[in-house]
């Protein structure tokens, strides 16, 4: 006989920071979840998508062992729902008659009581599913408590089969687990997707996301539910971890939340710093570091990484390190101090004449009759840089590397030099973004940050020409073209793949737009052996843009 369908229903959704590869931790974190769900009277918890793995785990996930341990992780979790507290709706891998699937699972009354899984698997930017799952077969709704619930993952929404075939099959409300990673625009898609998934099946739909760092990408949470009415019933905080309990109710006409807490997001610029401190704070977490170490230059760049840094970690666990030459200013001096002194975290001066000056007389035999340039300023980054790792290989602590997007495109960067280190927080972040944060930062902090409030950038820091001090009077600027123009080309070529001709249509210099274009092919070669650092635009250099090194390929303007 089946089960006579219920009225009410209380749902519980965990936004949860997950960790790759930990699935007892990750177990843990769930199991924590549930009985806070339990104790407000909950009766089912979703997860998000692949929570017992780590999203995304990559080819951790073909390993047999990996697979054998999430399962059995899976199986121990189902056992203890026999205790008669909430269901659980939990991602997991899942292998089946030889293949292996992205799944959700029910786990209920002490057993599995369902599977499905992903159908549509993404292979693009940042993901390549493709590559380790199999595409589950067109789903129909899961059967709990007499209500039929839809379970599509992730995906599954962003095209309009799977959920056509959910509400042709007879689902009654929509929950999506979730591992959608943090990008500029990113809020408008999903919303826009979930709105046109309400309207064309007529079902209230619940989008419940991923929050945390791993690796070059930070999931920024943001979960909400959304009613059949398309009225947002439901919006959870972004970068904050939240498990909530929701209201469902069946109405003559279907499911209805309960309307609830409308956090406000954090978005734009704001969002952009939440994001690089919470995936720099998990790097350095989930790798086991004990904090971190950074040349602090008196510029605004390592300014910037200064104060994420100890906004995601606190003043104790972020040692600046002042590496003065004969061409640091005194101007370069104060300003770093300054920085350090507001943050309040460690400061040291460790000059860099006599590890300069002992690489030049070492190499004078062969230098001998050569005019000095780029070879002998590059001997100062690189002794900062085997200073900072020096200090971090005695203490510990991961060196973090300082260096923006524009620098990045266009390898204005020293290779073992001011490019050592662990991982970039800055890395996605052009020049001119750099600027708007640090402004930003003097007025404003997240919710979860460590840092002192107020201004910790001086504002000298700020309104002083860039400049790398290699040499006498040197700005960043004899190089490279105001970083207003120079970004603005970068934008183009880079997150738009614009044609170097449709950018001079524009009313860009012919020659310094291909200029350009030749600086950021040339660097290729530079970028592949950067650091991690954290995804912020649509298309960050490695999982987004991955171009060969060895091209020949020239456009014409």
Same mark, same amino acid.
């Given at each position: 006989?089946s089960?006579?369908?219920?009225?009410?229903?209380?749902?519980?959704?965990?936004?949860l920071?997950?960790l790759?590869?930990?699935i007892?931790?990750n177990?843990?974190?769930?199991?924590?979840?549930r009985?806070?769900?339990?104790?407000?009277?909950?009766?089912?918890?979703?997860f998000?998508e692949?929570f017992?793995?780590g999203?995304?785990?990559?080819?951790?996930v073909?390993?047999?062992?990996?697979?054998?341990?999430?399962?059995?992780a899976v199986?121990?979790?189902?056992?203890?729902?026999?205790?008669g507290?909430p269901a659980m709706?939990?991602?997991a891998?899942?292998?089946?008659?030889?293949?292996?699937?992205?799944?959700?699972?029910?786990?209920?009354? !002490?057993?599995?009581?369902?599977?499905?899984y992903?159908v549509?698997?993404?292979?693009?930017?940042p993901?390549?599913?493709?590559? %380790?799952?199999?595409?589950?077969p067109?789903?129909?709704p899961?059967?709990?408590? !007499?209500v039929?619930i839809?379970?599509?993952?992730?995906?599954?929404i962003?095209?309009?089969?799977v959920?056509?075939?959910?509400?042709?099959?007879?689902?009654?409300?929509l929950?999506i687990?979730?591992?959608?990673?943090?990008?500029?625009?990113v809020?408008?898609?999903?919303?826009?997707?979930a709105?046109?998934?309400?309207?064309?099946?007529?079902?209230p739909l619940?989008?419940?996301?991923?929050?945390?760092?791993?690796d070059e990408?930070?999931f920024?949470?943001?979960?909400?539910?959304l009613?059949?009415d398309?009225s947002?019933?439901?919006?959870?905080?972004?970068?904050?971890e939240? %498990?909530?309990v929701? &209201?469902w109710?069946?109405w003559?006409?279907?499911?209805?939340c309960?309307?609830?807490?409308r956090a406000?997001?954090?978005?734009?610029?704001?969002?952009?710093?939440?994001?690089?401190v919470?995936g720099l704070r998990?790097y @350095?977490e989930?790798n086991g570091?004990p904090?971190?170490v950074?040349?602090?230059?008196?510029g605004? #760049?390592s300014?910037l990484?200064?104060?994420?840094a100890?906004?995601?970690?606190?003043?104790a666990?972020v040692?600046c390190?002042?590496?003065?030459?004969?061409y640091?200013s005194?101007?370069?001096?104060?300003?770093a101090?300054?920085v350090?002194?507001a943050l309040g975290?460690?400061y #040291?001066?460790?000059?860099?004449?006599e590890?300069?000056?002992?690489?030049?007389?070492?190499?004078s035999?062969l230098?001998a009759?050569?005019e000095?340039?780029?070879?002998?300023e590059?001997l100062?980054?690189?002794? &900062?840089?085997t200073i900072?790792?020096?200090?971090?290989?005695?203490?510990g602590?991961?060196? @973090?590397t300082?260096?923006?997007?524009?620098?990045?495109?266009?390898g204005?960067a020293?290779?073992?030099?001011?490019m050592n280190?662990?991982?970039?927080?800055?890395?996605?972040?052009?020049?001119?973004?750099?600027?708007?944060l640090?402004?930003?930062?003097?007025?404003w902090?997240?919710?979860?940050?460590?840092?002192?409030?107020?201004e910790?950038i001086?504002?000298?820091?700020?309104?002083?020409?860039?400049?790398a001090?290699?040499?006498?009077?040197?700005?960043?600027?004899d190089?490279l073209?105001?970083?207003?123009v120079?970004?603005?080309?970068?934008?183009?070529?880079v997150?738009?793949?614009r044609?170097?001709?449709d950018?001079v249509a524009?009313?860009?210099?012919?020659?310094?737009?291909?200029?350009?274009?030749?600086?950021?092919?040339?660097?290729e070669?530079k970028?592949r052996?950067?650091?991690?650092?954290?995804?912020?635009?649509?298309?960050?250099?490695g999982r987004d843009?991955?171009?060969?090194i060895?091209?020949?390929? &020239?456009?014409?303007?």
């Open positions: 006989m089960e006579a369908p219920v009225d009410q229903l209380l749902i519980a959704f965990a936004q920071n997950p790759v590869g930990d007892a931790g177990a843990g974190k769930a199991r924590a979840a009985a806070l769900a339990a104790e407000q009277g909950a009766d089912l918890i979703l998000t692949l017992i793995a999203y995304p785990p990559e080819d951790l073909l390993k047999p062992a990996f697979q054998a341990a999430c399962r059995d199986h121990a979790l189902a056992l203890e729902t026999a205790d507290g709706l939990i991602g891998p899942w292998l089946d008659a030889g293949k292996l699937y992205n799944a959700v699972l029910l786990l209920s009354e !002490g057993a599995i009581a369902a599977v499905r992903k549509d698997l993404p292979n693009y930017g993901f390549d599913e493709k590559r %380790v799952f199999a595409p589950g067109l789903p129909g899961i059967a709990f408590k !007499g039929r839809g379970v599509p993952v992730c995906e599954d962003w095209s309009e089969d959920i056509e075939c959910l509400a042709e099959t007879g689902s009654e409300l929950l687990p979730n591992g959608s990673p943090y990008r500029r625009p809020y408008d898609e999903r919303m826009n997707v709105v046109a998934r309400v309207v064309e099946s007529g079902l619940a989008y419940v996301n991923q929050v945390g760092g791993q990408l930070v920024d949470g943001a979960s909400f539910v009613n059949a398309r947002l019933a439901i919006q959870f905080p972004n970068f904050q939240r %498990v909530r929701t &209201r109710e069946r003559a006409d279907g499911w209805r309960e309307e609830g807490a406000p997001l954090v978005q734009d610029d704001e969002a952009d710093y939440a994001a690089c919470m998990d @350095v989930k570091f904090g971190v950074l040349g602090l230059s008196g605004i #760049d300014a990484c200064a104060a994420m100890v906004d995601a970690l606190g003043a666990r040692h390190v002042m590496l003065p030459y004969r640091t005194n101007e370069s001096l104060s300003d101090a300054g350090a002194e975290c460690r #040291d001066i460790v000059p860099i004449s590890a300069v000056e002992g690489l030049e007389a070492s190499l035999p230098f009759g050569t000095r340039g780029v070879t002998e590059n100062q980054s690189r002794a &900062r840089g900072l790792m020096s200090i971090s290989n005695k203490f602590a991961m060196v @973090v300082t260096g923006n997007k524009s620098e990045m495109s266009t204005y020293t290779l073992y030099g001011d280190g662990g991982y970039n927080p800055l890395k996605d972040l052009y020049k001119t973004e750099v600027f708007r640090c402004r930003l930062r003097n007025r902090k997240p919710a979860e940050a460590l840092g002192p409030d107020g910790v001086p504002d000298n820091i700020i309104v002083k020409p860039p400049t001090e290699l040499r006498d009077n040197q700005k960043d600027q190089s073209p105001p970083y207003d120079l970004d603005a080309i970068l934008q183009r070529l997150e738009n793949e044609p170097v001709a950018i524009e009313g860009f210099e012919p020659a310094l737009v291909a200029r350009v274009e030749r600086m950021l092919n040339i660097a070669y970028r052996q950067a650091a991690p650092g954290v995804k912020v635009t649509p298309r960050n250099f843009r991955r171009y060969p060895t091209n020949r390929f &020239r456009e014409m303007a």
